[in-house]
């Protein structure tokens, strides 16, 4: 799978992407990982990518020129290199997705994970200041994706988040692939149930017994009856979706 992240501080995204899972993956070819300098796909010498807002009003807005300009380069970019090695071609409606990052997006949840980790190809559009000119998302964008509700200062840290989550669904970036499958709400959409190790006594705090018992009928009872416990304790919400 292949990711282009454009960002106006790609060291910003870079930096994370040389550690942990998704390094690796990398690594091991599973991932393909390229962040642009949106500065690069300017056109004047200052490589200005904003401007005040129609209307007035506090802020910047990024200009629709160099995200446009980014994208077509990299997609040309991406087709070249796949007929260069003779990949089988579809269009970028079948395989790819345009994610635009904004606090007003759609939330980033497993489900939506899970549908982009089925793509060949995304392309992420890190915002910043007041957003960026509304045809970036009307005329280019296929989604826009939040990761909460809440501002942060730019898009560079919702689209690692947006990397981690795909990745680590596509087969054999995480090792134990059983891992993946009992997430949180990857397993009938619940939070996962209480996790322990070793020590089985620690300042007096024991392991529950159960999970010590062997009994894997009595210890797999056990913990959906927690899932339940803390979804109903701390995400309420998740269960209504159920009834």
């Known amino acids: 799978m292949t990711f282009d992240i454009v960002t106006i501080f790609p060291r910003m995204v870079e930096t994370p992407l040389k550690e942990g899972i998704v390094a690796r993956a990398i690594g091991k070819g599973l ?6 300098d949106l500065r690069d796909f300017t056109t004047d010498r200052h490589r200005v990518v904003d ?10 807005v990024l200009k629709p020129e160099p995200l446009f300009a980014a994208v077509e380069r990299i997609l040309e970019q991406r087709r070249a290199e796949a007929v260069a090695e003779s990949a089988s071609r579809r269009s970028f409606s079948e395989g790819g997705a ?11 949840t497993h489900a939506v994970a899970t549908r982009l980790s089925a793509l060949d190809h995304v392309v992420i559009l890190c915002g910043r ?15 826009t994706i939040s990761i909460g ?24 970036v995480v090792g134990d692939e059983a ?23 620690f ?6 017994s159960v999970l010590m018992s062997g009994h894997h009928a009595e210890i797999e009872k056990w913990r959906r009856e927690q899932a339940i416990e ?7 919400d998740l269960l209504d979706t159920k009834q």
Do not use: N
Not at 180 to 201: C, I, S
């Open 31 to 36: 991932l393909d990982v390229r962040v642009h």
């Open 51 to 60: 401007d005040v807002p129609f209307g007035g009003g506090p802020g910047m």
């Open 98 to 108: 345009i994610v635009l990052t904004s606090p007003d997006g759609e939330r980033l």
């Open 129 to 143: 200041y007041e957003g960026v000119d509304e045809r970036v998302r009307e005329h280019l964008a296929t989604e």
């Open 149 to 172: 509700d809440y501002v942060l200062s730019g898009g560079e840290l919702p689209a690692l988040v947006i990397v981690d989550a795909v990745a680590r669904l596509i087969p054999g």
């Open 179 to 201: 891992s993946v499958r009992g997430d949180t709400f990857a397993r009938d959409g619940l939070l996962d149930f209480p996790q322990y190790t070793r020590p089985a006594e």
């Open 203 to 208: 300042r007096g705090h024991r392991v529950p």
């Open 230 to 236: 803390r979804t109903r304790r701390h995400r309420p």
